[in-house]
């Protein structure tokens, strides 16, 4: 019986690894989207470091940001999509007929979605090394428990938003329009020091934001970022447990 589970599981996973690979929007969204982007405003506001930037290198501060633009474009844009799309053309009750349990599916997805994850980021720093060098890592653990609690986060938060949503293209227009305002307020936009006070009142709870200070703080060297790390916990926990229990329905 657990070999026949594992086979299922995995089955799933290279399915959907050739099919994610063939993805426009994965294309755009998840690989593209984040290097482009971090170029082009890592260009703009140089590599001298300024106090506006907690006086770091602000190319640094943008390369260090832009792995988290990653993990939410897996979880609010590539994920929702494609789980819609699968609900919406009755793939899920093809895969029930043919004996997938419903488990090896929410698994795959997890599978996938943090594989995706490791290449968009090894690709990301991949490109950022040449053109501004990478920052050197001040608190290891910290930021590598931030990541790992933040792709497992957004990829569940992903499943369920997947679940939920009835189509492609409200999954599409609700992660495109949770993912932008995240990106702006909490990771790839200005630095918070040009922000209003409203703006970074209400960017501060943002679970993009948790993870981005969480990752940025401790690999800048700027603190340890305690607070964000403890939300982000708690935010991936609650994500996880009520994604596994609609994955499972």
């Known amino acids: 019986m657990s070999r026949a589970m594992n086979t299922a599981a995995g089955r799933l996973i290279r399915a959907e690894l050739k099919l994610m690979t063939r993805d426009p929007l994965v294309l755009t969204f998840v690989f593209a989207f984040p290097v482009v982007t971090m170029l082009i405003i890592g260009g703009a506001f140089g590599t001298t470091p300024t106090p506006g930037f907690d006086n770091t290198n602000p190319a640094h501060w943008y390369v260090a ?37 419903r488990w090896s599916f929410a698994i795959a997805q997890l599978v996938v979605g943090l594989l995706t994850t490791a290449v968009a980021c090894a690709l990301l720093l991949a490109v950022a090394a040449p053109v501004y060098g990478l920052p050197a890592l001040h608190d290891g653990w910290r930021v590598g428990v931030a990541l790992a609690f933040g792709a497992v986060g957004f990829v ?10 009835p189509s492609a293209r409200s999954a599409q227009a609700v992660g495109l329009l949770l993912f932008f305002p995240s990106f702006l307020l909490g990771a790839g936009g200005p630095p918070p020091h040009v922000m209003g006070s409203v703006v970074r009142h209400i960017a501060g709870p943002l679970p993009l934001t948790l993870l981005t200070n969480a990752v940025r703080g401790p690999w800048l060297g700027l603190g340890p970022a305690t607070g964000s790390l403890l939300g982000l916990v708690l935010l991936t926990v609650a994500c996880t447990a009520v994604a596994a229990r609609r994955a499972v329905l």
């Open 65 to 101: 940001s832009y792995l988290t633009v990653v993990i939410a474009a897996v979880g609010l844009v590539m994920l929702p999509v494609h789980l819609a799309s699968y609900r919406e053309r009755g793939v899920l009750r093809r895969f029930a007929a043919a004996g997938f349990p």
């Open 156 to 165: 569940s938060l992903g499943v369920l938003l997947g679940t939920v949503l």
